[in-house]
């Protein structure tokens, strides 16, 4: 299957190209020029499929004409070494926990993934020219859940390097292990700056004619179409673990309402993907922190993006969301229709808070900061007839301090993040002047 350029139809690549490249040469965000829906057969058995199997038959639409079924599957099951699961948290409300992989948080879905993809293109080159230059360099520029989500995505993967960016002292320790620790492939580079410098970084470096010249470089954020489309598999996975519910008789029937936690737009843009390919939704919200620039496109249509605010739900904190270009793309840009499938909304860190308490009273159920937005969305657009999902996006444990100090719990760290804790830090300095991260890469 081709892959079309937001910025012009017409600018074409095959997937393998999208995938090393990233981006577009003319910046644009690669969409894939078709989207199969699935089969009614698929949609009539989904309860009695596995996560594996589901998400097998969604990669087959993206995939399956560029990578052969046996190696697909093994990309996929390598990818889904944990489960996804949908918790009852009230009459109706639903969690689709995305927060059990190696890193506890909804990017070690795509992550994993986009990482065996790209394994798989350098060990299987077409053509001997095409074969990269030494390593792909994977640039990554983090405030923390992308940085370790990617570096342990890419752990020991072959013919892969990758560069996580991070700004000094303000990421949390427990973060900060996630992607400092590991060594082998994976080099952790502390910039003496804030996150928007970081991500100044990344961008000049993809810019830059001579770095490209010498090094074969992509993007690991949800640009990448080998890291944003995988996440459509955890929807499909939802409706069927609804399904069983309600033929249990233990949810209401009908297609469910379900609440996405955006910043970038990656996540929810994925399931806009499922919605395409069949998967029945009533409506999607998108919940926003105090980062409210998708809200007041949905109210106004006018599209302004402004610097962004640091909030308790930091990995939303978004001014100039990268997948709208996508979301655009899908509706050909009409409003109307926009609105009709995604209604908004948006928080403060006190209507967090609240929230947050109020459930945890109500329920027993612990939310963290993000799924708070997801969760109260949620309970704002769901019908008392209707099922309603919201994606939960990180653990509680990883903003541990935060969540103990709104609920007054002391939540235990999984042994997983403590294993990380244990580890011994090692990064590379760094100044924020591009000059200096330029010729470090150079003399590597
Ligand atoms: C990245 C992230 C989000 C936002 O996801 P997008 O795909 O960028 O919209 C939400 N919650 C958590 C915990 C995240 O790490």
Do not use: W
Not at 6 to 24: D, F, M, W, Y
Not at 281 to 290: E, G, I, K, S
């Amino acid at each position: 299957m081709k892959y079309f350029s937001t910025n012009n139809p017409h600018l074409t690549a095959s997937l393998r190209e999208a995938v090393i490249n990233g981006l577009a040469p003319d910046r644009g965000l690669y969409m894939p020029e078709s989207i199969r829906p699935l089969s009614s057969d698929f949609y009539a058995d989904i309860h009695q499929l596995s996560f594996h199997d589901i998400a097998f038959e969604v990669a087959k639409a993206f995939f399956g004409d560029d990578i052969p079924a046996e190696d697909l599957r093994q990309i996929t099951a390598d990818t889904l070494s944990f489960d996804v699961p949908l918790v009852k948290v009230a009459n109706g409300i639903f969690s689709l926990e995305l927060f059990h992989g190696p890193t506890l948080a909804f990017k070690d879905v795509g992550a994993r993934f986009m990482a065996r993809m790209l394994e798989y293109f350098i060990a299987h080159p077409v053509q001997e020219h095409q074969a990269p230059r030494g390593d792909v360099n994977v640039l990554v520029a983090t405030s923390g859940d992308t940085g370790s989500a990617v570096a342990n995505g890419f752990l020991g993967v072959k013919g892969i390097h990758v560069f996580v960016l991070y700004p000094k002292g303000k990421v949390s320790p427990i973060q900060e292990c996630q992607f400092t620790t590991l060594g082998r492939n994976i080099t952790a580079v502390e910039v003496d700056g804030v996150f928007d410098d970081c991500q100044r970084l990344v961008k000049q470096a993809f810019l830059d004619a001579d770095l490209r010249h010498h090094l074969s470089m992509t993007s690991a954020n949800s640009i990448n179409v080998a890291r944003l489309l995988p996440q459509a598999f955890y929807y499909f996975y939802a409706y069927a673990q609804l399904r069983r519910q309600q033929l249990a008789g233990k949810a209401p029937q009908g297609a469910p309402v379900i609440s996405v936690p955006s910043g970038n737009f990656g996540n929810l843009t994925a399931g806009l993907f499922a919605h395409r390919m069949g998967l029945p939704v009533a409506r999607f919200v998108a919940a926003n922190n105090a980062n409210d620039i998708f809200y007041h496109y949905l109210r106004t249509g006018d599209y302004s993006p402004k610097a962004s605010i640091p909030t308790l739900a930091n990995a939303m904190d978004v001014g100039d969301p990268s997948n709208f270009a996508r979301i655009l793309a899908l509706y050909g840009s009409a409003h109307k229709a926009i609105c009709k499938d995604i209604a908004g909304a948006t928080y403060t860190d006190d209507d967090i808070s609240t929230t947050m308490r109020r459930c945890h009273e109500s329920t027993g159920y612990v939310l963290d900061p993000h799924g708070a937005c997801a969760y109260e969305a949620l309970l704002n657009h769901v019908g008392p007839a209707q099922p309603g999902i919201f994606l939960e996006t990180a653990h509680p444990a990883k903003f541990k301090e935060k969540v103990d100090t709104i609920l007054g719990t002391d939540i235990s760290l999984p042994p997983r993040l403590a294993a990380f804790m244990k580890g011994v830090k090692h990064s590379e300095p760094m100044s924020s002047d591009f000059a200096d991260f330029k010729a470090f890469l150079l003399s590597r």
